[in-house]
């Protein structure tokens, strides 16, 4: 398995250990604490982006252990290991900008980066099939195999919409929207899942 994501990995770790390179370079220019006061300047360089390497590799281990494994899509996968390889320079350079003075709306960031997961989640998950690791893994879903494919069927139209709504919401910052699409997500596929199963599927 890691032979056929070896170039992924290869330029994701590359890709989220490249903020390293980018601090060095910065490295008299940044100050000695982040603006907030909570990280060292040692932390921010070498700290978060070591993190989030680490947990592109975590991601991916994850579903290497997974006993069905095989049902994975290994596209799934590879967007799972950029997307978090590309979360790295994303976040770490913002801090970089922000440190150095230039103004980051890290609001409208956070909210671009998540409707983006969403995104990509939603184009996945119709074609995820049953397995332990990614997707909706609730009582019902990894009990009943049609169970899982008709959740999964209706989510994925689900978290597009979503994702589209938080990207918006980046521009609106309301917080009542927030509530509304994090109260989607959660609570619409535990209720059809279960739908289904009181139906008998």
């Not at 909570?38 to 932390?43: G, H, L």
């Amino acid at each position: 398995m890691m032979k056929k994501y070896k170039w992924s990995l290869l330029l994701g770790s590359l890709l989220s250990l490249s903020p390293i390179l980018i601090g060095l370079l910065l490295w008299n220019q940044l100050p000695t604490n982040t603006p907030d006061g909570w990280s060292s300047k040692a932390i921010t360089v070498f700290g978060l982006p070591l993190f989030m390497f680490a947990m592109m590799w975590f991601c991916f281990l994850f579903t290497h252990v997974d006993p069905k494994r095989q049902n994975i899509s290994p596209k799934l996968i590879r967007a799972l290991v950029w997307f978090m390889a590309a979360l790295s320079p994303i976040v770490v350079c913002s801090s970089y900008a922000i440190a150095l003075g230039i103004n980051v709306n890290i609001t409208l960031l956070t909210y671009l980066i998540i409707g983006l997961m969403l995104l990509v989640i939603g184009n996945y998950l119709a074609k995820t099939k049953q397995n332990y690791s990614a997707g909706i893994r609730i009582p019902w879903t990894l009990s009943s195999e049609e169970n899982w494919n008709r959740t999964h069927r209706f989510s994925s139209r689900l978290f597009i919409f979503c994702g589209l709504a938080m990207i918006a919401n980046g521009f609106l910052d309301s917080k009542i929207l927030l509530f509304f699409i994090m109260a989607v997500l959660i609570v619409i596929p535990y209720a059809y899942s279960f739908f289904l199963f009181k139906k008998g599927i």
